[in-house]
Every structure is written in C-alpha cells, then in structure tokens.
C-alpha cells in the first residue's frame, strides 16, 4: 500500500515536473523563434521587453489574456471552444512516453525520468499524433468560415498522408529495434556515436524527418495556415487566448516533434561514449536530462532553420511528396532494412 | 536552335540533382546560416541615431542675417510653390518701431507651416530669394495633435543669426 502511493507520488510529481519543464521551453521556444527569425535576417529579433527581449512570452501571455475573446455569431460554439484545448491536449500528451531522461536515486528511490515507459510507446505516439489532426479540423469547422474550413481540409489531408510514411520510417526502426518502448529503443542506442539510428537508417530518418515537419505542420508544410492565401487557415475566426492556445499547441507539437526524434534516431538521453552506470545517482540522472534537452533545443534550432529558409509546398506538390516519393522510398526502406538484418543474421552478427 | 527555343510552352526539365532536392536545399540552409551569424544592421531607434545627410529636408527654420535681422520679407514665394499648401504667410509693413528688426518695410506678419501637409519636398527653399527658409536635418517633431504641428514664426524663426554657408 505503501508503496503504491510512494508510486503514486512520484510520478505525480515527475509528471507534474516534466509538463512545467515543457511548457517553459515551448513558452521561449516562441521567444527563440522570433529572435532566431531576426537573426536569419539580419535583424535583433524583440529585444525590448526585458534584456534580450527575455520577459517577452510574458508579455505575449498578459496580452493574449486582455484581448476581447471573440466567438463568430455562426459558429459552433461549443466545438469552436473545445478545439484549441484539443490540439493543445494532444500535443501535450505525446509528452508521456518521452523518456526525457535516465533514472536517478533519491531518497532511495530508483526514479525513472520518463512518466511513463510503455511498451508500446512508439503505437502510442501515432495514436495520439492522430488525434491532433481533429483539435485543427474542429476548429476550421466549427468557425463558420469558408477559409478557416479550407485550412482545416487541408490538414486532415496532409496529416494523414505524411503519417503512413511516418509510420513505414517507424516499422523499418522497429525491425531494428525489435521493440516499441522508447526506453529501451534509447538504450540500445547509447554508447558509441554510431549506434545513433540516424547512422544506421539514414533514409528512415530522412522520411521521419520531412513527416515530422509535416504533422508539426511546420514551414515547407504550413499550409493550414499559409496565411497570404487563407487569411488565417484553420484560425482564423480565433482571438485572444483561444488563439493563443493554438499557437501554443503548434509549438508544443515542435517541442515535442524534436524530442521524439531525438529518442528515435540521435539517441535521446543518451551521452555518446559514456556507459549507463549500474547505480546512478541524482548528477547522472540530470546529466541525462541535460543531454536530452541540448540535444532537442538543438533540434528545434533545425526546425526553425528550415522554417526560415524554405518557402512553403503547393498543395500537390504536398500530396506529390508524401505519396509518390516518401511512401514508395518507405517500403523500399523496409525491405533494406529486411534485408541487410537477415544478411547480417545469417552471419552470425547480431546488433 | 536546341529543343526548348523550338516549342517556348516546353517544361524546363530538371536534371536528377535538381529533382532530388536535396542538394538545393543544404545550399539554401547554409545561405541562411551564413546570415545567422551576420551582425545584424538594425539601427536602435531610440537610442542609436541614424546618421543623415546634411542636405536632409526635415524640420524648416527661418534664418536671420548677421545683425540678427529677419531675412523673411513676407514674399510669399515660398507659399506660392508650395505643393502641399502647407504654408500660410501674413505679409504686412513693418511698424517703425520694428524697424531695425528687418531688412525691408515689408514682413510676414504670421508665417505658419502645417508640419502634416508640407511633404518636405524642399521647393520654398528654392523658392526664397533671401535665402530665408531653410529645410534641417533635424526629423523628430512629434505632437499629440494636430494642432501642435502647425508651426508658427516663433517656433521656426533661429533665435541667432549670421551668415549662411552653402556647404555642398
């Protein structure tokens, strides 16, 4: 009994830990967003509110929060409430299975820095990274608009094309692996440097790359939004903190997006060359965390990056991409993969 | 004539490079890291100044001579190649008691400039026979309203005179 609520304890609070620790980051990622974007174009970004511009989310937040919250007259107006919760929602639970870090011993508690490590994280990801695709829609339906609706087609259409090649990126990882516990996914990764899968499934990562982008509906992908010909996309009718939360929502699906790349192809918390000791103690568990964050803020720097390089997909040529190329090279991909594992089997090599 | 000069309607077809992507897209991504770590050229507004040029047409000043005379004479040239009808001038004789002020009997006896009309294009200047109205380098007059920016003798009149230099 005990030590179930010993558990119980602990996990509240490691989750409770884990979901401020996201929420900061995805708070100035928005920060690091617009000062990256000033950098790229040889501007200082916002740099007013505070020294370099450090109290700016705040000052977002508070603003967000003052300005009148506007429900069109026609709109759904339940639906058109619950939709910004919804992608924010599902955004935010793909934080659950992200291992964000070793264990560490405190109090004499082994604490496992994940909140939960199932074992089929990876299903549980694509399950839920499905469910963000309705907070969008939802919202473009329930506007009342002919753009907003436009923006939330278009994004069921492009969420669901770019997760079947997501998913094939995934299965040849899993033939790998041969587990979906992304725990243990990070752990056969850790050691030396090429045990990252980005060096032993190179085109799995390219195609789990651009998909990624894709679902984040980040910059070559961003046509939910593309603002110079749907006003607004999907939210457009949306004001105040309703659109805030959207915003939020597409910056916590980034934050997130970068982890689970990380986890799944750079090794996640894993420090290159530096073995899992078999006590660890409270410096091991935070180095662990530390390594995963530096290496998904590096990730985010990516994202960004390309957001601030490349224009945006016509809408076929999209459909062109996740179709004609990613889902063909996908199943090619597999069969690689297959293969090389069953000549490497067969020779006695295991990974 | 190759090919493509033969049928203008023909698709440019990319080679293999192109259609990959790819390369294109790593050149892209270093062009814009190549800016990240540019110094940014902003100018600080408030506190940095941009630098201007001598000749910049901002703020108009009405000069005196070296006696600390008016050059103005109330002409009204300046309001007559005024584009902008920004100018209103109210000429009249100079009492005697003011006559060491000028430089003839004749004096505006209101020289207005509607700071939101005139366009700062620098044609009074130009106009002036006596060589009176000059446009500054200075460009930071803001009001809380419209009123405010009319500008009146007093406020553009040099409160010192001397001789005009022509710089350029």
Request: hydrophobic share 45%; glycine share 8%.
């Amino acid at each position: 009994m005990t030590e179930t609520i010993a558990f119980l304890i602990e996990k509240s609070i490691v989750a409770a830990g884990f979901f401020v620790v996201v929420l900061g980051v995805v708070a100035y990622a928005t920060l690091g967003e617009r000062k990256i974007a000033g950098y790229f174009q040889d501007r200082h970004g916002p740099n007013r509110a505070g020294p370099w511009g450090i109290l700016q989310p705040i000052a977002d937040g508070v603003k967000f929060f003052a300005k009148e919250d506007f429900i069109p007259d026609r709109a759904d107006k339940i639906l058109f409430v619950i939709a910004p919760t919804f992608t924010f929602m599902a955004a935010g639970f793909i934080m659950a299975v992200i291992p964000f870090g070793d264990r560490l011993t405190i109090f004499g508690r082994e604490v496992l820095l994940q909140i939960a490590d199932i074992n089929i994280g990876i299903l549980y990801i694509l399950a839920i990274s499905g469910l963000g695709a309705y907070g969008i829609v939802i919202g473009g339906w329930a506007s009342n608009n002919k753009y907003s609706l436009m923006g939330g087609i278009r994004t069921s259409g492009q969420l669901i094309s770019y997760e079947i090649a997501m998913g094939l990126a995934i299965v040849a990882l899993l033939l790998d692996h041969g587990t979906m516990s992304l725990r243990t996914i990070v752990m056969q990764q850790s050691g030396a440097i090429w045990h990252w899968s980005v060096f032993t499934h190179p085109i799995g990562f390219m195609i789990f790359l651009v998909s990624a982008f894709a679902e984040a509906s980040r910059m070559p992908f961003d046509l939910p939004e593309a603002e110079n010909e749907l006003v607004g996309g999907y939210h457009t009718e949306y004001s105040s903190m309703k659109f805030g939360l959207f915003q939020f929502g597409e910056y916590t699906h980034m934050t997130l997006a970068s982890g689970l790349i990380i986890t799944l192809y750079f090794g996640g918390w894993s420090i290159p060359f530096v073995p899992i000791p078999e006590n660890p103690g409270i410096l091991w568990g935070l180095l662990t965390f530390c390594a995963f964050w530096a290496k998904t803020l590096l990730m985010m720097f990516v994202f960004m990056w390309v957001r601030w390089t490349l224009p945006r997909f016509r809408y076929d040529q999209l459909m062109n991409l996740g179709w004609k190329k990613l889902i063909p090279l996908g199943i090619f991909n597999i069969v690689l993969t297959a293969g090389l594992l069953l000549v490497f089997q067969s020779m006695g090599l295991t990974n | 004539m190759d090919q493509k000069r033969k049928d203008p309607f023909k698709k440019y077809d990319l080679t293999l490079m192109e259609r990959l992507y790819f390369p294109a897209i790593m050149k892209g991504m270093g062009v814009t890291l190549s800016h990240f770590f540019k110094k940014p050229v902003t100018i600080q507004y408030p506190e940095q100044k941009p630098e201007v040029s001598h000749r910049w047409r901002g703020r108009h000043v009405l000069k005196r001579d070296e006696f600390g005379r008016e050059r103005c004479v109330g002409c009204q040239m300046c309001e007559l190649a005024c584009p902008a009808d920004a100018i209103t001038i109210q000429a009249g004789e100079v009492p005697k008691e003011r006559r060491h002020l000028h430089t003839t009997e004749r004096y505006a006896i209101t020289y207005e400039i509607d700071m939101l009309r005139c366009i700062y294009c620098g044609l009074c200047e130009e106009a002036c026979p006596e060589a009176a109205i000059f446009l500054t380098p200075y460009y930071e007059f803001v009001e809380d309203s419209r009123d405010k920016l009319i500008y009146t003798k007093e406020k553009l009149t040099e409160k010192t005179g001397g001789p005009i230099f022509y710089k350029d």
